[in-house]
Every structure is written in structure tokens, then in C-alpha cells.
């Protein structure tokens, strides 16, 4: 069974509007990174969660992870054509020892001018 | 943060044939991983490139088909060995320092196997 699950799975908002993704693991998350990937191209990383109830924000784009620390949301405010891309997060399941992580399957976002 | 960059950054490759991909990191870095990205897929990683010893592979891939090196702690290499088109993916490196810190990404390689 998939271990993070993501939704939704694609997006399409009008630009200006605001819209939030989520990502809910079955465990519980040691770290929950959020990233951002243009077709066929790398990931930008946007922002890494590691305590409950934790919340960051970078220019229009805010990050929560919940107490129990098994589900994140990404919310865009007012969304522009920039915003467009894949958003993927990527879990820390093993306590950082390990270092790799889990991924989602992603959300496409498409913002309509 | 961890600048990273990948060589080459696509290629067209035949059947049979191996293809070795290049990762270097602007500075000195703990750990560095490899991940696979198949078309319209997430990313799965293929293993942990650890300096001076050999990778850790995830289940699923091995070393016969995708060996590894890192020789030092800013770069690693990954060869994938006699392609098919099976192989054709986005591979991507990963690097981070100790446990916890935040996990930066290459621009990763296209490889389309005929």
C-alpha cells in the first residue's frame, strides 16, 4: 500500500485563486518536505516540516504539518501562472538515519490566466 | 543549501549499451542518494551512495545493473548497465548533511533507451 498519499492528484485553479494540497502518511512523519518540479526537470525544494503543529511560509506559499505529525498541507494564495508544476512531497519515515525519503505521487497543478 | 549538478543532463542510448551518470555538489556533503523518476511516475530511489564503501540498494535494484561510486563527498556517479527501454526514466541525485537536514535535488538526467 502506498505509504504517502497525495491529493489531489492534478489541479486546475484560475489565477488569483487559492488552493492547498495535501499529504497524509499511515506512519509517522520524522520530516515532511515539500518540492516543486517543472516537466521532465529537477525538484526545488520549498520547505521542510519537522515538529508538529509546525508552519512555514515563503512568499505566497505556507506549509503546515499537523500535531500528530502524519499529514501536511500546502496552501497557495493567490495562485499565479509561476505557480504551475508538479508539487510533490517527500516523507522522513526513518528518523533521519537513513536520510532518503518517500515519495508521493504528486499533484499537477495548471493555473489558468 | 547545496548547489548540484548532473552530467549529462539527457542522452539517447541504444539497447545493451551502459550509460554512466555524473553528480557533483558544490560543497562537502554527508550523504547522497539516487533516485529514478519513470515517465508520469514518482520518485523511487535506487539507493544511498555512501563515501569509501559500497552503496545501499533498495529492494528491487541491484548492483550488477546500477553500480555506484563516490569516491569522495561532492560527487558520485551511476551507471546504468545494458539498457532497455524499460530504463528510459529521469535519473536524479540527492544530496544532505547528517539525519534531519534538508534533502536538495539535482536536475537530473533524461535517459530515452531504444
Known amino acids: 500500500s502506498q505509504e504517502l498519499e497525495q491529493s489531489p492528484q492534478s489541479l486546475i485553479v484560475q489565477e488569483g485563486k487559492n488552493l492547498t494540497i495535501n499529504c497524509t502518511s499511515s506512519?509517522?512523519?520524522?520530516?515532511l518536505y515539500w518540492y516543486k518540479q517543472k516537466y521532465g526537470e529537477g525538484l526545488i525544494f520549498l520547505m521542510m516540516?519537522?515538529?508538529?503543529?509546525e508552519e512555514k511560509s515563503h512568499e505566497k506559499i505556507t506549509a503546515k504539518l499537523d500535531e500528530k505529525k502524519q499529514q501536511s498541507s500546502l496552501h497557495i494564495t493567490a495562485s499565479q501562472p509561476s505557480h504551475a508544476g508538479i508539487y510533490l512531497c517527500?516523507?522522513?519515515?526513518?528518523?533521519?538515519?537513513?536520510?532518503?525519503?518517500?515519495f508521493g505521487k504528486g499533484t499537477k497543478l495548471s493555473v489558468k490566466p | 543549501s547545496a548547489v548540484i549538478s548532473q552530467k549529462p543532463s539527457r542522452d539517447i542510448c541504444q539497447r545493451g549499451t551502459s550509460l554512466t551518470i555524473q553528480c557533483q555538489v558544490d560543497?562537502?556533503?554527508?550523504?547522497m542518494f539516487w533516485y529514478r523518476q519513470q515517465p508520469g511516475q514518482s520518485l523511487t530511489l535506487i539507493a544511498t551512495?555512501?563515501?569509501?564503501?559500497?552503496?545501499?540498494?533498495e529492494s528491487g535494484f541491484v548492483i550488477d545493473k546500477f553500480p555506484i561510486s563516490r569516491p569522495n563527498l561532492t560527487f558520485s556517479t551511476l551507471t546504468v548497465s545494458n539498457m532497455s527501454p524499460e530504463d528510459s526514466s529521469i535519473y536524479l541525485c540527492?544530496?544532505?548533511?547528517?539525519?534531519?537536514?534538508?534533502?536538495?535535488f539535482g536536475p537530473g538526467t533524461r535517459l530515452l533507451v531504444l
Open positions: 551512495a555512501n563515501q569509501g564503501s559500497e552503496a545501499t540498494y
Open positions: 506512519k509517522t512523519l520524522y520530516g
Open positions: 516540516l519537522q515538529k508538529g503543529g
Open positions: 560543497s562537502q556533503v554527508t550523504m
Open positions: 517527500g516523507a522522513d519515515l526513518y528518523g533521519g538515519s537513513q536520510g532518503n525519503l518517500i
Open positions: 540527492s544530496s544532505s548533511g547528517r539525519g534531519g537536514s534538508a534533502q536538495y
